[in-house]
């Protein structure tokens, strides 16, 4: 089973920057696609940068031109720099990973969820 573990929240002044990073572990084979997304108190779950293992991006109208998502394939590890934070960006920050791995006897597909790490931008 592929798990995943989120690290680099935590307590910023609005204008400052953290990064993210979500590393896979497991019997990974390959990866089709990373992102992250995130929830805001009582707000539904959006999509915040998706990258795809031909290394095409997508962001939020939110985020773009502030967020950068990358990978380390070597690694397993994607990662989410954040810059010129908001308070609006303050929300629970979930990594979620496609692709493929390895069961000991076969191959599966997986869409795998970290724990998440929480963001909090103070104004």
């Known amino acids: 089973q592929v798990q995943l573990v989120e690290s680099g929240g935590g307590l910023v002044q609005a204008g400052g920057s953290l990064r993210l990073s979500c590393v896979a572990s497991g019997r990974i084979v390959s990866f089709n696609a990373m992102a992250w997304y995130r929830q805001a108190s009582g707000k539904q779950r959006e999509l915040v940068a998706g990258?795809?293992?031909?290394?095409?991006?997508n962001y939020a109208d939110s985020v773009k031109g502030r967020f950068t998502i990358s990978t380390d394939n070597t690694k397993n590890t994607v990662y989410l720099q954040m810059n010129s934070l908001k308070p609006e960006d303050t929300a629970g920050y979930y990594c979620n990973v496609i692709g493929r791995d390895y069961t000991g006897s076969s191959f599966r597909s997986f869409n795998s969820w970290g724990q998440g790490t929480q963001v909090i931008v103070s104004s």
């Open positions: 990258i795809t293992s031909g290394g095409d991006t």
